[in-house]
Antibody, heavy 115, light 107 residues
Framework: EVQLKDSGGGLVQPGGSLRLSCAAS????????MSWVRQAPGKGLEWVSS????????YYAGSVKGRFTISRDNSKNTLYLQMNSLRAEDTAVYYC????????WGQGTLVTVSS | EIVLTQSPGTLSLSPGERATLSCRAS???????LAWYQQKPGQAPRLLIY???SRATGIPDRFSGSGSGTDFTLTISRLEPEDFAVYYC????????FGGGTKVEIK
């Protein structure tokens, strides 16, 4: 059974940092690109960042470029998102997703940026 | 970039009625890379349709997708109570990938 388990969300002050993790199981993790997709309260889905199966290629939305870093550890079947210089507008539920056709999603982890 | 515009924003219908949701692209999209997702409150999205018209595993046949080029449609032939949700289209060949969503609500 394929599972993606997001974790690492929480309350952080503006300008702070947080690292999200996504533990994958049930499929050959290193064979698939992965992404983070977020959803602000009451809003639609917003793609944040993607990484190739090997980890050698990364992509970022303009809104997070230079502040967020996506990475993966294929030996641990885990995807990461390092989020720095957080802003109020980064407040959202963050989902990890098997990419680009998302047949599997994590359950989501809530990031709240507030003082 | 190719922008996906979904319409209407909200669709108010009764159970048993037919729902027709539109996803229009600003430029032609390879139909092999067009998907539809359903999202219910508090849940992650669920894949319904991929390659514009292929149903994902376990998806009932009342859901169907069609279209090509710049115009794509998701049709729910007869709404069941569990179908009231938000629906998103996605182009999984370029960025930004998602449309803004259509909410199907009970009339």
């Amino acid at each position: 059974e394929v599972q993606l388990k997001d974790s690492g969300g929480g309350l952080v002050q503006p300008g702070g940092s947080l690292r999200l993790s996504c533990a994958a199981s049930g499929f050959t993790f290193s064979s698939y690109a992965m992404s983070w997709v977020r959803q602000a309260p009451g809003k639609g889905l917003e793609w944040v960042s993607s990484i190739s199966g090997s980890g050698g290629t990364t992509y970022y939305a303009g809104s997070v470029k230079g502040r967020f870093t996506i990475s993966r550890d294929n030996s641990k079947n885990t995807l990461y998102l390092q989020m720095n210089s957080l802003r109020a507008e980064d407040t959202a539920v963050y989902y990890c997703a098997k990419w680009p056709l998302v047949d599997y999603w994590g359950q989501g982890t809530l990031v709240t940026v507030s003082s | 970039e190719i922008v996906l515009t979904q319409s209407p924003g909200t669709l108010s219908l009764s159970p048993g009625e037919r729902a027709t949701l539109s996803c229009r692209a600003s430029q032609s999209v390879n139909s092999s890379y067009l998907a539809w997702y359903q999202q219910k409150p508090g849940q992650a999205p669920r894949l319904l349709i991929y390659a514009a018209s292929s149903r994902a595993t376990g998806i009932p046949d009342r859901f169907s997708g069609s279209g090509s080029g710049t115009d794509f449609t998701l049709t729910i032939s007869r709404l069941e109570p569990e179908d009231f949700a938000v629906y998103y289209c996605q182009q999984y060949g370029s960025s930004p990938p998602f449309g803004g969503g259509t909410k199907v609500e009970i009339k």
